[in-house]
Structure formats: C-alpha cells, structure tokens
C-alpha cells in the first residue's frame, strides 16, 4: 500500500499553467481536485506551491525548481516541517488565490476547481533557507 | 544542583555552537565584457549604461545575501598602489582578475539594438572560476522592444528576466562543489639547479617521482578526483583537483592546507621543496 501510495505521488503531475512572472511573484492557472470546494482550492495552490519547489515553473524565471532534490527524499528527510508546511504553513507565501472557474465537474466528471494562484518566491526561498531545507546561495 | 544543571547543559550547546565553523565563501566579482585592448576603467567611466547593468547584476547577488567584491573600488585602489598608466592598462582587466583577491568573476556583455520598430538591449552573462577558467554559468537575456532611449533601463530589464535562472545555475555548480570539492590546479617543477626530474626514482619501491606524485594525489584528491593535464620530465600538471571544503574536524580546508600535507609527503620522501600559491593554483618546486 505504502510502496503503492510512493508511485502515485512520485509521478502525480500537477496541473499547472504559468500566467506571468515578476521579481517577487509568479502567478499559475492551477487545477486542484477534492470533493469539496475547500479541498478542492487547497489542492490548486498546493499544485503550485509544489511546481515551485521541485519542478520549477516553465517559460518564467522560475523554470529551476527551489528544491534540486527529489521530492520524496526530501519529503522524508524534513516530514515534521513539510507536515506543517502543507497544513497551512504555505498560505503565508500565495499572495492571492483568485477563482478562474468555479467549483465543479469537468469533461471527466471530476470534482475540480481552476484558481489563479500567486506565490511570492524571493520570501519562499528565503523561508526554506532560514529553516535549513535549501543552502544559501553560496558554498 | 538544578541551577548548575542547567549552566552545564548551557555552556555544552555553546561549546557544540562555537565547534561549527562558518564555510569560507567564494569571492565575486562582476565586470563588465570589453574587446581585446580595450580599456577596462575607460569602459566603464564613458558608459553610464554599463555601470546600471553592472549594479543590477550586483544586485541579484546582494538579493540572495551575497556580497560582490566591488569591481570599481578594485579598480581605483589597484590604480592607486600599482601607479597604473593608461599606457600599462593594456592588459588591466587580467590584472585585476588575478590580484582582486576573487574566485569567481561575472563578465557582463551588453548589446544594444536600434530599430525604426523600438529598440532593446541583449545581456550576455557569464560566470567563469578564475583558477581554472571554467565556466560555471551562461545565460542571454532580452529585454523586448521598447519605444524608448532609456538604454540603461533596457538592460536592467534584460538582467532581471535572467539573473535568478543565473543564480539558479550557480548555485548548482556551488552545491556539487559542497559535495564533490573545489577544483583547484597543482603544478610540479624544478629549481634550475635541481638534480632531479621526473624520471628519478624516489623511496624504497622504485618508483619514479612522478609515480609517487600520482599517487599520492589519488589518495589526497577529494574523493580520488583528479586530472593530469601532462607529465614531462621536468614538469607535471594537474590541471583539475579537486579538495573538500572541510577537514575530518569540520574545519575549513584549503588550499594551503592541502600544501602543507604534500610539503610532510615530501620531508618524508627526504626532498625539499618550496610551495607558491596564486589564484588556486599550488606551485610546487622541487630544490
């Protein structure tokens, strides 16, 4: 189950569009999924918080990902901090989650939500530095 | 009882705090690109536009809490203690490469383009290690057409698109250096007067001096990571070795420490030898 539930997130694609980016911003077109709304939107801007981290956002000036290594390992190595990361910690960096469409159905009949979800990455990184997750610039 | 308790526990995490020493950063310095004979102060003085480039790039250091070696404050000190002429100038830029004091130097090339259909200026940067003249990032930013005269804002524009994919790349180089070592080169010769070569067999086992050299540096070279440029008789070239940043303690290594191990390899191999160091280069020369 444990070894399923691995495969799943180490190849889960996040849904994610770039809209423009800034010196301090990045703005992503995210798609989250839920059975509620509330779930659903958490979804969204966790997708781009994650595209961030470890994958990098393409076509901005993000395309390298905060995070070089791999997403699980990493996960594994700090779980007490991406636990609180991804339970709330995160909100202090989106800058505005906006509703491109509502909550719903889509073709596949999955309950979606797609939100304009807007992180501020110079505080991000400074945040994952201070906390030891990523070195400094520097050796 | 519990108060000298809690003094203990104190001094022992300060004394644990104090056992970790900060990592030796490498220096940077940003420059601007200039042509063969140009001069390099002359550059700069003449083009306020360069000077706006050079500060933004400084400045995408500065946002990720790195401080550049002043590229400018270089300038005016080197000319003041070398007397520099605008005749000896030829060749400045090397000069302040090599006597800055820096590790790694950011050349910035601007290219500004005219057209009846807006103007824009290209940003060619580069990251070069100054020992061994690798380079460590590259990257060519635009700053789109624009209506407008503002070269300098041009080319502001041109650094931001680019300067944290550039960084970005950097910080990669720097974080195999943390986990692979820094590269520096290793040169073996000898005095003039020296009766030894490369060919002259060297302790008990009979084997040459530059097999002695070899593997001594296949045991000290960080991780057995090394490269022999070439080997004559009378010289022997690493061009790329690679040290660790620090020691078994956890203490900064470099490379005079690394000097210090081959000079205790040579006494007991009963030679002599005088060591020069420049620019990550150790020159070993055998009496």
């Keep these: ?139 | 009882m519990k108060r000298s308790f809690v003094i203990f526990v104190i001094s022992i995490i300060n004394c644990v705090a104090w056992a970790q020493t900060a990592t030796v950063q490498p220096k940077i310095m940003v420059i601007p690109y200039t042509k063969q004979g140009e001069d390099i102060a002359q550059v700069l003085e003449n083009d306020v536009n360069k000077r706006i480039v050079l500060t933004k790039v400084k400045e995408a250091f500065d946002s990720r809490g790195f401080t550049t070696v002043d590229f400018a404050a270089k300038l005016k000190s080197l000319s003041r203690t070398e007397g520099l002429t605008t005749d000896s100038q030829s060749d400045l830029k090397s000069m302040i490469i090599q006597q800055s004091g820096a590790d790694i130097y950011v050349e910035t090339e601007m290219d500004i383009l005219l057209s009846s259909s807006g103007n824009s200026v290209k940003i060619i940067l580069t990251a070069y290690d100054i020992s061994t003249g690798v380079s460590i990032s590259n990257k060519v930013g635009e700053s789109g057409k624009f209506y407008t005269d503002d070269i300098g804002k041009l080319g502001s524009k041109a650094v931001e698109k680019i300067a944290d994919e550039f960084l970005d790349i950097m910080q990669v180089k720097f974080t195999d250096i943390v986990n692979n070592g820094r590269s520096i080169s290793v040169e073996f010769g000898f005095d003039s007067a020296s009766a030894l070569s490369m060919s002259t067999e060297i302790g008990n086992e009979g084997l040459t001096l530059a097999d002695q050299l070899e593997l001594w540096m296949s045991e000290h070279a960080y991780k057995n990571n090394y490269h022999i440029q070439g080997t004559t008789d009378k010289k022997m070239i690493f061009d790329d070795v690679k040290i660790p940043l620090k020691d078994d303690n956890g203490n900064n290594y470099n490379i005079n420490k690394f000097g210090l191990e081959f000079l205790r390899f040579a006494r007991s191999l009963g030679l002599q030898i005088t060591r020069n160091i420049a620019n990550n280069t150790l020159v070993i020369t055998f009496k």
């Design chain 1, 1 to 139: 189950m444990m070894l399923l539930q691995s495969l799943l997130l180490a190849y889960a694609q996040y849904n994610v569009t770039a809209i423009n980016a800034t010196n301090e911003t990045v703005t992503m077109r995210c798609v989250g999924y839920g059975k509620k709304a509330v779930a659903a939107a958490k979804d969204a801007e966790l997708s781009a918080i994650r595209t961030l981290l470890f994958e990098g956002v393409t076509n901005t000036r993000y395309t390298m990902p905060l995070i070089s290594e791999d997403r699980l390992t990493v996960e594994a190595k700090f779980r007490k901090f991406f636990d609180d990361f991804y339970n709330g910690g995160y909100k202090d960096f989106i800058e505005s989650s906006v509703v491109a469409v509502p909550f719903g159905k889509n073709d596949l009949k999955q309950k979606c939500i797609v939100l304009d979800v807007c992180v501020r990455v110079p505080q991000l990184r400074r945040y994952l530095e201070n906390k030891d997750i990523i070195r400094k610039f520097g050796l």
